[in-house]
């Protein structure tokens, strides 16, 4: 089966790509570096493709900027979609965004209606932070030895089981929205982060930032973690972090 992966060079979409190439099927990459802007639709053609696994993200943190991305690229792919008879919608979002629909996460929120109000058949998955994540954060927010880390709770969960979740929910039927997936068990991202600069043999060390306004308060008082019903897949951070290579 042909499957468009959009963003598949990102940190959960390269997991997506492997997965379905490990299980027989043909991925089609749909990202910048294989000819496709997703923002302007330019290069995009879905001729052939039966499922779509939408991935992408930006980093921008901005309400506005966010909302102008994902609804321009869920846009252009429900119209290619619909143009070219995909079967299936299936979209990696956020657990808690419509408790914290600020910043980043209000374009979430958006990408989010507009593939239930689209006509091709979807299936929402909203996920925790990933267990890369504190390693992301420490490359961003940094001065010197000095590195600057949001106080948050955190159950995350690795990108490659994110990964298998949504190739497994693209090769079912549509669901709509699913369970929450999540990793085993609840950690701090200080301690992540404190934990994979040991990791790496990295200097420096690590500063607790309470980030202001409605996101910062999202991030410290549990509104970005599961509730009753949600998946909880392993590894833990610890055993994640074990494996990962020097």
Known sequence: MKIAVAGGT??????????????????????RSSGVDLVSGQGLSLEGIEVVIDVTSQ??????ASERFFEAVTGNLLSAG????????????????????HGYYAGKVLQERLVEAGE????????????????QVLSRFGLGPVRAVPVMRNEPVAARQVADHLVGLALQQPAGRVPD??????????????????HDGSKGFVVP???????????RDGTLIT????VHAGPTYAEWLRRLPV
């Open 227 to 230: 509730g009753p019903g949600a």
């Open 120 to 135: 091709i058949p979807w299936t929402i998955l909203r996920a925790t932070q990933f267990h890369e994540f504190a390693g």
């Open 181 to 198: 997936l999540s990793g085993p068990q609840e950690e701090r991202l200080v301690d992540m982060a404190r934990a994979r600069l040991k």
């Open 59 to 64: 980093e921008s943190q901005r309400a506005t």
């Open 209 to 219: 930032l309470r980030v202001p306004g409605a996101v910062g308060r999202a991030m």
């Open 82 to 101: 619909k143009a070219a008879g995909v079967r299936h919608h299936v979209v990696l979002s956020i657990v808690g965004i419509d408790r914290a629909p």
């Open 10 to 31: 990102g940190t959960v979409g390269r997991h997506v790509v492997d997965v379905l190439a490990e299980h027989g099927h043909q991925p089609v990459v749909l990202s």
